[in-house]
């Protein structure tokens, strides 16, 4: 099963405004991230926020944690076109049944279109 | 130049046919993940490992089979008991902790079954 959810599944905008994308997710976690994947590719590291962080700024990027509603927010300030691509945030969370061992989940993932 | 490198990036499997997926990291990192992604769709987790000589099962891993006999290895067998192998397979690797860190993905490998 999908850890996280991600909203909207796509999001279509002009070169130059902001987009936001929002990810849900179930169970307790160590830390959230975001990757960033360009069609056919491996995936991105984009930007790292623990369970005791509200917000982290990275760039253009601003992340947004909230556990007690399980969710995350990520927004991209003054999009280029460069900016085309999927974008998914991960949990990391650790499987106390498999002795502490650390599971990276992926959620479903914001389809990111910047029109020029 | 350190990375993470699987191969081939395109594989063709007949139906019966096992075919076992390539991934090294040159990282030193502990843990390892395979994951398969269908076309629009998200990652699911196949199999992880955090130390050599041990993994886990992910959330789809009937079908599939992993060893970790090195720490930079990691390679994943797609079996004949997998019903729906074409798919694209992607591998990564990241340093353990509990403070979490990046992973480090490959760039794929895109599986069809002809």
């Known amino acids: 099963s999908q850890q996280g959810e991600e909203d909207p599944q796509a999001l279509s905008i002009q070169e130059g405004e902001n987009a936001t994308m929002n990810c849900s997710y179930k169970?307790?976690?160590?830390?959230l991230q975001w990757y960033r994947q360009n069609s056919g590719r491996g995936l991105v590291h984009l930007i790292l926020?623990?369970?005791?962080?509200r917000e982290k700024h990275s760039g253009r990027l601003r992340v947004t944690l909230d556990t007690s509603k399980k969710s995350s927010s990520l927004l991209i300030t003054a999009s280029r076109a460069a900016d085309t691509a999927s974008y998914f945030c991960?949990?990391?969370?650790?499987?106390?049944?498999?002795?502490?061992?650390?599971?990276?989940?992926f959620g479903t993932g914001t389809r990111l279109t910047i029109i020029p | 130049d350190g990375g993470i490198t699987q191969s081939p990036k395109y594989l063709f499997r007949k139906e019966g046919q096992n075919v076992t997926l390539s991934c090294e990291q040159n990282l030193n990192h502990d843990a390892m993940y395979w994951y398969r992604q269908d076309p629009g769709q998200g990652l699911r987790l196949i199999y992880y490992s955090q130390i050599v000589n041990d993994f886990q099962k992910g959330d789809i891993a009937e079908g599939y089979s992993v060893s970790r006999e090195k720490k930079e290895s990691f390679p994943l067998t797609v079996t004949s008991a997998q019903k729906n192998p074409t798919a694209f397979y992607l591998c990564?690797?990241?340093?353990?902790?509990?403070?979490?860190?990046?992973?480090?993905f490959g760039q794929g490998t895109r599986l069809t079954v002809v």
């Open positions: 990564a690797s990241s340093r353990r902790g509990g403070l979490g860190t990046e992973a480090f």
């Open positions: 991960a949990t990391d969370e650790t499987v106390i049944s498999n002795f502490g061992n650390e599971k990276l989940t």
């Open positions: 169970t307790s976690i160590n830390n």
């Open positions: 926020i623990r369970s005791n962080e």
